[in-house]
């Protein structure tokens, strides 16, 4: 069956430092991958999306990399704040269909 | 900003009644989705419709119906509730083409007793 797999564990770093958050997917060929931030009692918000002849995108301070052989995608949030405290969502396409991982928590301390 | 509205926001029912959840946008877009979200589970696809009268079954159809009669409305019905269908469902529209972002709904907190 498809899968789109995350971090399961929440990633803490310090103000400042860049995080990097993975997505591993099986079973999918996805046309391209979109990344959400999701907080509490909210629903998702877009960030970015990568196609799968595209490498690298970037936007503001953040970069996502889609790795077909494989089969992943990086998202990089450099100089991170405490405001970038979220959970953080990897999605793949599926036809239509856009299907989710897990997500990962992240927490930036000052 | 695209106008996507749910409701009801929350609606606690018991088990064996039906329930409708409704999701209302305003712009026309082609595609809607539903969507459930549970702690462990994450984001998991209900049903989504590429147009009126045109649906198709996500990875956790399974006790779910829907409907979208219109284009503004697209209509998420639990013919009989259980509590394994107790969660968070959001409704959202794709913005732009084929490959465009998803816009999310405020969510609708469902229990069933």
């Known amino acids: 069956s498809q899968k789109i797999e995350q971090n399961s564990e929440a990633l803490n770093i310090q103000e400042g430092k860049t995080a990097t958050l993975t997505c591993n997917y099986t079973n999918y060929s996805p046309a391209y991958l979109q990344w959400y931030r999701q907080d509490p009692g909210r629903g998702p918000v877009f960030l970015l999306l990568i196609r799968e002849n595209e490498k690298e995108k970037r936007k503001e301070r953040l970069k996502v990399t889609f790795d077909t052989t494989l089969k992943q995608s990086l998202f990089h949030i450099t100089a991170s704040q405490p405001a970038d405290s979220a959970t953080y969502l990897c999605?793949?396409?599926?036809?239509?269909?856009?299907?989710f991982g897990k997500g990962t928590s992240l927490l930036v301390t000052p | 900003d695209a106008g996507i509205t749910q409701s009801p926001r929350h609606k606690v029912t018991e088990t064996g009644t039906p329930v409708t959840l409704r999701c209302h946008q305003t712009e026309n877009h082609r595609y809607m989705y539903w969507y459930r979200q549970d702690p462990g589970h994450g984001l998991r696809l209900i049903h989504y419709?590429?147009?009126?009268?045109?649906?198709d079954k996500g990875e956790v159809s399974d006790g779910y119906s829907v409907s979208r009669s219109k284009t503004e409305d697209f209509l998420l019905t639990l013919e009989s509730a259980t509590s394994s269908q107790t969660s968070v469902y959001f409704c959202a529209i794709r913005e732009g083409g084929d490959t465009g972002e998803l816009f999310f709904g405020e969510g609708s907190r469902l229990t069933v007793l």
């Open positions: 999605s793949a396409n599926s036809g239509y269909a856009l299907n």
């Open positions: 419709s590429y147009g009126v009268k045109d649906t």
